[in-house]
């Protein structure tokens, strides 16, 4: 059974979330192809032992769009925390998937504290390193595509190969699905944010227990980018997972649950140490 929606207002404008379980927090960031929705499989495995929160970035699922226009990265990483403070979240483990993990590492270094430790999967770097010509060329063209095909034929042509060959099809309609829910000027608001990000700087400056998690099969992240990702990082562990692409949260969520859960264990156990 799908988690229900839930709604709250931030300054007139409406995030919708998804929440289950109680304990301590899950903050679930997703990426430019899905919403909350799209961490079904990891509600149904950690909501018995945590309070597991997602939400719908603005501009996708049923969250309004962002005020700001253009918007950047660190529109989204403040509209996560104030969503953060609505709902009374002090502190969060975050989990994060391809831009998500942009989001979540500027909000990590923009709001020291609130985010214990982090998980990255199959996380974007960001293509500020781009010449500024060829980032203009690249949101021109995304747009066109989407102006031509609407969200849905540009999901299916797009976001089906992101998954690992063999994947079955009700698991590549699902992907679509998602993908193709997005708001059109939502979904071109958060792509002309990454064109002009680079999560490298946040790297840096971030000293928690991190979880890196690449797909063997991923277009979109490649494992030697989240490789480089993990190295960035003072306290990063990394895997790779075999036969999964660009949704691996869904494609492998057996080992993406299974890692994850790990991974919490070990950070709780350390805390639960340190207030000794």
């Not at 931030?10 to 919708?16: E, N, T």
């Not at 500027?106 to 609130?114: E, K, T």
């Not at 985010?115 to 781009?130: R, W, Y």
Request: with cysteine.
């Amino acid at each position: 059974m799908e988690t229900p929606v839930k709604y709250v207002v931030l300054d007139g404008r409406r995030i919708a979330y998804r929440e289950a379980g109680s304990g301590p927090t899950l903050l679930f960031l997703h990426g430019l192809g899905g919403h909350s929705a799209s961490w079904q499989p990891q509600f149904d495995a950690f909501s018995k032992s945590h309070r597991v929160v997602a939400w719908d970035m603005p501009g996708f699922g049923d969250s309004d769009l962002l005020a700001t226009s253009p918007a950047a990265t660190a529109d989204f990483s403040e509209r996560a925390r104030l969503f953060m403070d609505a709902l009374d979240i002090e502190q969060a483990v975050g989990v994060a998937t391809s831009y998500g993990t942009v989001i979540l590492a500027n909000l990590v270094q923009s709001n020291p504290g609130r985010i214990g430790a982090m998980v990255f999967a199959c996380g974007v770097t960001g293509l500020a390193h781009l010449d500024p010509q060829e980032r203009a060329r690249l949101r021109s063209v995304r747009r066109a595509e989407l102006e031509s095909m609407g969200q849905r034929k540009f999901a299916e042509m797009r976001n089906s190969t992101y998954v690992a060959k063999g994947m079955p099809e009700a698991l590549v309609r699902r992907v679509i699905a998602l993908a193709g829910s997005a708001q059109p000027e939502g979904y071109l608001a958060a792509y002309g944010a990454l064109t002009e990000s680079d999560i490298f700087p946040s790297l840096a400056k971030i000293d928690l227990p991190a979880l890196v998690i690449a797909g063997a099969n991923d277009p979109i992240a490649p494992a030697r980018d989240c490789e480089r990702v993990a190295r960035a990082l003072r306290h990063a562990e990394y895997h790779c997972v075999a036969n999964s692409g660009h949704y691996i949260n869904l494609e492998q969520a057996d080992i993406f649950n299974r890692l994850v859960g790990e991974f919490f264990s070990r950070v709780e156990k350390s805390s639960a140490k340190s207030l000794r």
